[in-house]
T-cell receptor
Framework: RKEVEQDPGPFNVPEGATVAFNCTYSNSASQSFFWYRQDCRKEPKLLMSVYSSGNEDGRFTAQLNRASQYISLLIRDSKLSDSATYLCVVTDSWGKFQFGAGTQVVVTP | GAVVSQHPSWVICKSGTSVKIECRSLDFQATTMFWYRQFPKQSLMLMATSNEGSKATYEQGVEKDKFLINHASLTLSTLTVTSAHPEDSSFYIC????????????FGPGTRLTVL
């Protein structure tokens, strides 16, 4: 079983719509959680950290459910520029990053 | 701040040659840097953790004699792929953890290696 699992998608989303997807992790001792965004053939860029109480950054909302061991990302009012692969990252107690394989989002006009 | 550079951004080489990739933190000190590899449509896989002034820690299955890591200063780590073969063709990405802050890693732009 993979340590971090994501639905690969693609999620095809009309412009202006809302899309949400989850990421599950297997290590209950995981410390920190992040969402990164990766464009084709580019490096990952931090989208947002995920806090226990949930957090919002503009059109993006992240939630953490420790009991069920998943995190989620919701994108409201999708823009064409939101098309990318969204990587879930979970760290262990040593700070080592475990990446999911990514969820592809395609926003269509 | 928190900019990480990598050089070269892409390289094509013949089988059997060695390739060196540099990773620099441009505006912060990084005692710890990380080297990842990403194959198409797969997740980033951690290869090794590079520690300034000491030996790198390699992940299981990664040959330390094939992937040589040197972290000689607080702003520079190098990865040398020795005797590269076509199966080593991949996207190599480094990241650096800023000494003054927590777990966040800042990623370099990556190096695309193609071995013919």
């Amino acid at each position: 079983r993979k340590e971090v699992e994501q639905d690969p998608g693609p999620f095809n989303v009309p412009e202006g719509a809302t899309v949400a997807f989850n990421c599950t992790y297997s290590n209950s001792a995981s410390q920190s959680f992040f969402w990164y965004r990766q464009d084709c053939r580019k490096e990952p860029k931090l989208l947002m950290s995920v806090y226990s109480s949930g957090n919002e950054d503009g059109r993006f909302t992240a939630q953490l459910n420790r009991a069920s061991q998943y995190i989620s990302l919701l994108i409201r009012d999708s823009k064409l520029s939101d098309s990318a692969t969204y990587l879930c990252v979970v760290t262990d107690s040593w700070g080592k990053f475990q990446f999911g394989a990514g969820t592809q989002v395609v926003v269509t006009p | 701040g928190a900019v990480v550079s990598q050089h070269p951004s892409w390289v094509i080489c013949k089988s059997g040659t060695s390739v060196k990739i540099e990773c620099r933190s441009l505006d912060f000190q990084a005692t710890t840097m990380f080297w990842y590899r990403q194959f198409p449509k797969q997740s980033l896989m951690l290869m090794a953790t590079s520690n300034e002034g000491s030996k790198a820690t390699y992940e299981q299955g990664v040959e330390k004699d094939k992937f040589l890591i040197n972290h000689a200063s607080l702003t520079l780590s190098t990865l040398t792929v020795t005797s590269a073969h076509p199966e080593d063709s991949s996207f190599y990405i480094c990241s650096a953890r800023r000494d003054s802050t927590g777990n966040e890693q800042f990623f370099g732009p990556g190096t695309r290696l193609t071995v013919l």
